[in-house]
């Protein structure tokens, strides 16, 4: 029985799934670890702009303080109010937090190590799965709003989902232009590390992009237009100031998660964290270069394994990079009025977003 | 062919697997180790900022956000449709020349119409 085990993970199709296993346990383990140091990192960010002093009692600097939150958040009474709805109840904030979780997937981390992609799953949707996935993050808000019975998470619930599905419209066409742009690249051209990292993927893979990318200049340089769309829309799809409509404490004392307590409040908070990392991991993948940088031979795919683990490291300095801009900004902006919010995604950025794709495309046709 | 496509998701099954195991695992674990309170009558009352509830719980809506709810599916279903075309627009571009620019175009600019028919509707009016 042991022995057929061991022989299982031996097979070619055991040997990928303990690669996956492994990835995708280095990459669970490194998202919770940043949304629960951004946390920190917001209350001290916004500490200091407010001239305050922050978490400072938890270890040094505060640094124990996400484990004793994380230990609060269990201890505290799990109530169930009478009046919700118990099923929805019970369910909204797991359907906020799995697709946060799941939107990773595709993101490429790194190159290589040995001769093992650092990509969860190589889908040949690509970036269409992340799109997808996203929009399963709306059922969450939807049915903690639904499922409280109550006037201000109701409110607020219907208020964050069209919030969140008029902007990830906006979103999606901003990316196009990338593809457009990118859609150039002939694999056949390129040197056998790129051919191996590019091995059986489509054109919707976001490895591509970072192949174009190193080869030819990070895509915010030549698509800024849909990075300022992008960046906005990242903003509304993750409830973040100046968006944060959601969570309007004043209108709403609270918005959608008004009736939840304990873990159940923790977990929409997680999942907020866990959407915004991933948005920045995405960024940095479209726009930033993904694990690329252009100095030092670092824009090849590693030929060793400390090579490899660099260009980990890249990556996550990007994505951290993100994440503090994103925390500044929540400090510096105030929050749009609800009917400025849906002007600026349907009125502003679609037509904008529309206008991107046509004259990328006209530009590229008329330099063909 | 088809089975290594299939094998692709793998990995996505995986990932929702610990991401379930996750989620519904931190709400169970609340459950058994959180305190367990009193229940007098008023912590059954939904929070109104201490107001005492008036009517039913789920309000009437704006009519909006049926429209939104609506235009979203129009529009995200067009987005959909430009992914395919912008991956392969640059080979086409060698082949074809302008045809598959044009062909685009005239999608695009159907959907701008219905788009223009919308804003004159005032269906993005929030202010009214």
Known sequence: MIQAIIDWFGSPVGLSVLFSAVKILGVFSVLMFIVAYSVWVERKVSAAIQDRCGPNRVGIFGLLQPAADAIKSFLKEDFTPAHVRKTYYWLAPAIVMIPSLLTVAIIPFGSLIGNEKMIIADLNVGVLYTFGIVSLGVYGIVLAGYAARSKYPFIGGIRSSAQLISYEIAMGMSVIPLFLIAGGLDVQQLSAGWQSLLAGTSGLNLNRLVTWQAGNGWLICYAPISFVIFLAAMFAETNRMPFDMPECEQELAGGYNVEYSSMKFALFFMGEYASMTAAAALMTTLFLGGWSLPVAGLNQPATTIWIGLIHIGIFLAKVCFILFMVIWVRWMWPRFRYDQLMDLGWRRFIPLALANIVITAVVLWAKS | ?128
């Open chain 2, 1 to 128: 062919m088809e089975e290594a496509q299939l094998m692709q998701y793998l990995p996505v099954l995986m990932l929702g697997a610990l991401a379930v195991v996750f989620s519904f695992g931190m709400l169970v674990m609340s459950v058994v180790l959180g305190q367990k309170g009193k229940r007098p009558p008023v912590k059954d009352i939904p929070y109104e900022c201490g107001m005492i509830p008036v009517g039913e719980g789920s309000t009437r809506l704006s009519l909006k956000f049926y429209l939104v709810a609506m235009l979203f599916i129009l529009f995200d279903i067009e987005v959909v449709f430009l992914y395919p075309w912008a991956v392969i627009y640059r080979e086409m571009l060698k082949e074809s020349g302008g045809a598959i620019l044009g062909a685009m175009l005239s999608f695009l600019g159907i959907l701008l119409v219905g788009y223009l028919y919308a804003v004159k509707k005032r269906a993005f009016d929030w202010k009214s």
